[in-house]
């Protein structure tokens, strides 16, 4: 119905009421750290959402490249193909997902590890602290300590 994203304004609204009577700084500080938490919880929901060990994009393309098979020079040692798709995105390409799949071997085992569960859950494990020290060195240098 269109309603989700004013559920999301609403949500920036209040989180503007509840520090609306504060100095300028200390709001804009305020609306940075909800925004930081937000974008913390919302990729932390997404990887709620993956079916594999790789996100649903990545997942897509490797199901993708299993229905169209053409013949390349692959070293799957050195993750590589004569396409040049391997080595330029980490993501098996077409030839690369054929050669794994005929060896009985799964094509997400061959893709880098940047893409992985591991990886993503490693980067928003925990949450990137806002660096308060330039408002500490603001309001000291202005003589108040309202934060
Ligand atoms: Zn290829």
Same mark, same amino acid.
């Given at each position: $119905?269109?309603?989700?994203? =004013? ?5 920036v609204?209040n &989180?503007?009421? !509840?520090?609306r009577e +504060?100095?300028?700084?200390? /709001?804009? #500080?305020?609306?940075r750290m909800w925004f $930081?938490? *937000?974008f913390?919880?919302?990729q932390?929901?997404?990887?709620? +959402? %993956?079916?594999?060990?790789?996100g649903?994009? @990545?997942f897509?393309?490797? #199901? &993708?490249s +299993?229905k169209?098979i053409y /013949?390349?020079?692959l070293?799957? &040692? !050195?993750?590589?193909c004569?396409?040049? +798709? %391997?080595d ?11 050669a @794994?799949?005929? *060896?009985?071997e799964?094509?997400i085992d061959?893709t880098n !590890? =940047?893409y992985?569960k591991? &990886? %993503?859950? *490693?980067?928003y !494990? #925990?949450i990137?602290?806002? @660096?308060t020290?330039? /408002?500490k060195v %603001?309001f #000291? ?7």
């Amino acid at each position: $119905m269109g309603y989700a994203s =004013f559920s999301g304004l609403d949500k920036v609204y209040n &989180a503007v009421l !509840a520090v609306r009577e +504060k100095p300028i700084l200390v /709001l804009l #500080e305020k609306l940075r750290m909800w925004f $930081m938490l *937000r974008f913390n919880n919302q990729q932390r929901q997404y990887l709620q +959402k %993956w079916i594999s060990d790789v996100g649903p994009k @990545i997942f897509g393309i490797i #199901e &993708a490249s +299993k229905k169209d098979i053409y /013949l390349h020079a692959l070293d799957l &040692a !050195a993750r590589s193909c004569s396409c040049r +798709k %391997w080595d330029l995105n980490g993501i098996p390409c077409v030839h690369a997902v054929a050669a @794994i799949l005929y *060896r009985n071997e799964d094509p997400i085992d061959y893709t880098n !590890a =940047f893409y992985k569960k591991d &990886a %993503w859950s *490693r980067a928003y !494990a #925990e949450i990137v602290n806002p @660096i308060t020290m330039l /408002l500490k060195v %603001w309001f #000291e240098a202005n003589g108040s300590s309202n934060l």
